[in-house]
C-alpha cells in the first residue's frame, strides 16, 4: 500500500534553488508518476512507494520496511564480476547513480526488464535516504529484440532483400543483395540493375494498392530472379524479397519441351496408327477374301501365312499404341458384360493353331464357384490373357500350357467386389532369377537374342503389368530356368447385373433385304482405293448393293440424290473429312423423320476417337482393319434398329 511522504525540510543552501516542491506537491508527483517510485531511509529500507511500485511488486505484498535491494536484488556491474550494491554507492558518493537494463523475477514467476536510478535524499546538507525511479522496460526491449531479430535474419539471408520509401528512395539492402550484385557484375550499375525496369511503377501500385506483388521475374546476367513486393502496413514503405529462380525456369522450360514432345509424339503415333491401319486394313481384308476362292493347298498355305504376318504387324502397333498411353496416362478401362468362359474359348481358339503345330496341350480349369457373367472390360481381360498365354505357347516347345482361374477373397475396402485370381503355367524354358527382375519393364525380354529367336517388341508383359494394376490387381512370376514358367495375376471386376429375363427370339440373318424386297444399299465413302475395293467385296459378299465416293463432298451429294440404307464413313479424307459430311447430313435430315446410319472407317483407335466419331453424329465406329465378322455384326446391329 501507499504511504504518505515524509515532510522534508526547506532550508536551502548556497546555489539551491529558490523553490521546492510542497509536500502536496510531491504527493502527486509520486501518485501521478507512470514510473515506480520508492522512498528509502538511509539504510536502504523502504519508507513508501506510489501505485506503481505496488502494481509493480505485487498489489497482495506490504513492503514497507522492507530493504530495496532484498527486494529488486538491483546491482551494478564490475569488471572482476562481483556486482556491487548502487544504493550503498549512491549514499557513499551522493551522486545519481543508475543501472543500465537488469532482469528482475518477481515472486510469482513473471520476469522483468527494469532500468533503475537512485537519488539522494538530503536533509540539513546530510544524506538521509533515497528516492528510487525503477521504468519497466520489459515490452520496449521485447520490440527492440524483435528489431534486431527481424534485422538479423534480413542480414542472414541467402535471398536478396531491399527496403524502399514511398517516394522510391531504396532505404536498405542486405548482404545477399550486394554479394549477388557483385556475382553478376553489376556494381557499376547499381543495386536498380538488379530490379525490374518497371520498378517506379511496381512501388506505386503496391502502395496504392496495399497489397503484394509476387513472382515478377527479371533476367540480369545468367540468373533470372523472381521478385515479390510487400508493402509494410503503415509505414509507407515496400520490402521486395528476391529469389534466384534461375534452376526453377530452366526446369520448368524442360518440363514444356518435355510435354511439347510427348504431344509431338502423340500426334506421330496416332498419324502412323492411321497410316498403317490403313494399307493394313487392304492387306487382311484381301487375304480374308482369297481364303473363300478356289486355291491350291500351297497357295492356301502361303495365304495363310501372309494372313498371320499381317495379324502380326497389327499386334505390334496396338502394342505401340498401349503403350503411348501408358506413358501419357490416358490408357482407361471400360465396362460391359463379361461372359468368362467365352471369353477364355475365344483366347484358346485364337492360339490353338500354334499350339496345335508344336503339339502342346491346352488345359482350362475354371474353378465352380467362379460366376460365369461379370462386369468389367472383356476387351483388356482378353488382352491380359491372350498375351500371357500367347507367351507360354511361344516360350514351349514341348509339354503343356495350363490356364486356371479362381474366386479370390474380396478386399475388405470394395466388399461388393469380386477379385479372380488368374494362373497360366508352362513347361517350356523358364528363366532364371536376374531375368525375371527385368521382366515387365518397357522393351525389356528375357535375353538380348529373345527378340531374333521369337520375336515380339518387349512391351507386352509391361502392358499387361499396367492393365492388372488399372483393374485393381497384382502380377508375379515364378520360373526356373529350363522347368516352366507360370505367372499369377488378380483383376477386380463387377457382379454381373441381374436382368429379367424375357421370351427370346431368335431369328436367322439370311440377305440383308429392304421391305421392299431389294437388297439393301450401303454408300462407301473413302479415298483409298485399296479400302474401297475390299469394302466393296465385303458388302457384296454380305449380299448388300454397294456405291463408292471418294471424299465427303461427294458423300453428301450422293447422299441427296439417294436413300442408302447406310453410309461408311471414311473419317480421314480430302476435300471434305468425315466428320464434317456427318455433321451436315445431321443438319440437313432436321425436322426429317428418316436418319440415315452413318458407320464411322477410322485408323485411329483409341476411346478419344470413338468419342469424336459419336460426337459428330455417327452411329457406329469400325477400327481399321475391318474384318468381315465386325463389319457383319455392325451391320446387322444398326439395321436392326433402324
Excluded at 520476469?111 to 535516504?129: C, D, I, K, N
Aim: aromatic share 4%; hydrophobic share 40%; charged share 25%.
Amino acid at each position: 500500500m501507499s504511504a504518505q511522504p515524509q515532510p522534508e525540510s526547506s532550508a536551502r543552501g548556497p546555489g539551491q534553488m529558490s523553490w521546492l516542491p510542497t509536500r502536496e506537491d510531491a504527493f502527486l508527483l509520486m501518485e501521478s508518476s507512470g514510473d515506480a517510485v520508492f522512498i528509502t531511509d538511509r539504510s536502504g529500507r523502504i519508507l513508501s512507494l506510489n501505485p506503481m511500485a505496488q502494481q509493480l511488486v505485487g498489489r497482495t505484498r506490504d513492503v514497507i520496511g522492507q530493504p530495496f535491494q532484498e527486494l529488486m536484488d538491483c546491482r551494478l556491474p564490475e569488471p572482476n564480476g562481483a556486482g556491487g550494491a548502487p544504493f550503498q554507492q549512491m549514499m557513499k558518493t551522493g551522486e545519481v547513480t543508475m543501472v543500465s537494463p537488469h532482469q528482475w523475477m518477481r515472486g510469482d514467476g513473471t520476469r522483468f526488464e527494469l532500468s533503475t536510478t537512485f537519488w539522494p535524499r538530503v536533509q540539513l546538507a546530510e544524506r538521509v535516504g533515497g528516492v528510487i525511479v525503477t521504468r519497466d522496460l520489459t515490452s520496449e526491449m521485447e520490440v527492440q529484440r524483435d528489431v534486431q531479430r527481424v534485422a538479423r535474419l534480413a542480414e542472414d539471408s541467402p535471398n536478396p532483400i531491399v527496403e524502399f520509401d514511398g517516394a522510391g528512395g531504396m532505404l536498405y539492402a542486405n548482404t545477399a543483395m550486394v554479394e549477388l550484385l557483385t556475382a553478376c557484375g553489376a556494381l557499376e550499375r547499381g543495386v536498380e540493375a538488379m530490379l525490374p525496369p518497371n520498378l517506379e511503377m511496381i512501388l506505386k501500385d503496391c502502395l496504392r494498392t496495399r497489397s503484394a506483388t509476387s513472382r515478377i521475374e527479371h533476367v540480369i546476367a545468367d540468373r533470372i530472379l523472381a521478385w515479390s513486393f510487400f508493402p509494410l502496413g503503415d509505414l509507407d514503405q515496400i520490402r521486395a524479397y528476391g529469389f534466384d529462380v534461375t534452376a526453377d525456369v530452366a526446369l520448368r522450360r524442360a518440363k514444356e519441351v518435355a510435354e511439347e514432345s510427348a504431344r509431338a509424339k502423340g500426334i506421330f503415333l496416332a498419324t502412323m496408327s492411321h497410316e498403317l491401319r490403313t494399307p493394313m486394313n487392304g492387306v487382311l481384308g484381301c487375304t480374308q477374301l482369297l481364303q473363300d476362292t478356289s486355291l491350291t493347298d500351297a497357295q492356301r498355305q502361303l495365304l495363310q501365312t501372309m494372313h498371320r504376318s499381317a495379324e502380326a504387324l497389327l499386334a505390334l502397333v496396338n502394342d505401340i499404341l498401349d503403350f503411348s498411353k501408358i506413358e501419357a496416362g490416358k490408357m482407361s478401362l471400360e465396362t460391359a458384360d463379361v461372359h468368362l468362359r467365352s471369353l477364355i474359348d475365344d483366347v484358346l481358339t485364337l492360339v490353338s493353331e500354334l499350339a496345335k503345330k508344336k503339339a502342346l496341350e491346352l488345359t482350362v480349369d475354371v474353378a465352380p464357384d467362379v460366376p460365369e457373367s461379370l462386369r468389367g472390360d472383356p476387351v483388356r481381360l482378353r488382352q491380359i490373357l491372350f498375351n500371357l498365354v500367347g507367351n507360354a505357347i511361344k516360350f514351349t516347345e514341348a509339354g503343356s500350357v495350363a490356364v486356371s482361374v479362381t474366386l479370390q477373397p474380396s478386399p475388405s475396402h470394395l466388399p461388393d467386389s469380386i477379385l479372380l485370381g488368374w494362373s497360366i503355367a508352362d513347361t517350356g524354358i523358364g528363366m532364371t532369377d536376374e531375368q525375371q527382375t527385368r521382366l515387365f519393364q518397357a522393351y525389356s525380354q528375357a535375353e538380348t537374342s529373345t527378340a531374333r529367336n521369337f520375336g515380339g517388341t518387349g512391351l507386352g508383359l509391361m502392358i499387361c503389368r499396367q492393365l492388372v494394376e488399372l483393374m485393381g490387381g497384382e502380377i508375379a512370376v515364378e520360373s526356373r530356368a529350363g522347368e516352366g514358367t507360370t505367372f499369377r495375376y488378380t483383376t477386380l471386376v463387377l457382379p454381373a447385373i441381374q436382368r429379367e429375363h424375357g421370351e427370346l427370339v431368335v431369328t436367322e440373318i439370311g440377305k440383308p433385304e429392304s421391305r421392299s424386297g431389294v437388297p439393301k444399299r450401303i454408300l462407301v465413302a473413302d479415298d483409298n482405293e485399296i479400302n474401297q475395293v475390299v469394302a466393296c467385296k465385303f458388302l457384296q459378299k454380305l449380299g448388300y448393293e454397294v456405291e463408292v465416293v471418294r471424299n465427303g463432298r461427294e458423300a453428301l451429294e450422293a447422299a441427296a440424290r439417294t436413300p442408302y440404307d447406310a453410309i461408311l464413313m471414311d473419317c480421314e479424307m480430302p476435300e471434305m473429312d468425315g466428320y464434317n459430311a456427318t455433321r451436315a447430313i445431321r443438319q440437313r435430315e432436321t425436322g426429317q423423320e428418316r436418319r440415315i446410319p452413318v458407320i464411322a472407317l477410322t485408323g485411329h483407335a483409341s476411346a478419344d476417337d470413338e468419342r469424336v466419331c459419336l460426337d459428330a453424329g455417327m452411329d457406329a465406329v469400325l477400327t481399321k482393319p475391318v474384318t468381315l465378322p465386325a463389319l457383319r455384326g455392325t451391320l446387322d446391329r444398326i439395321l436392326r434398329r433402324e
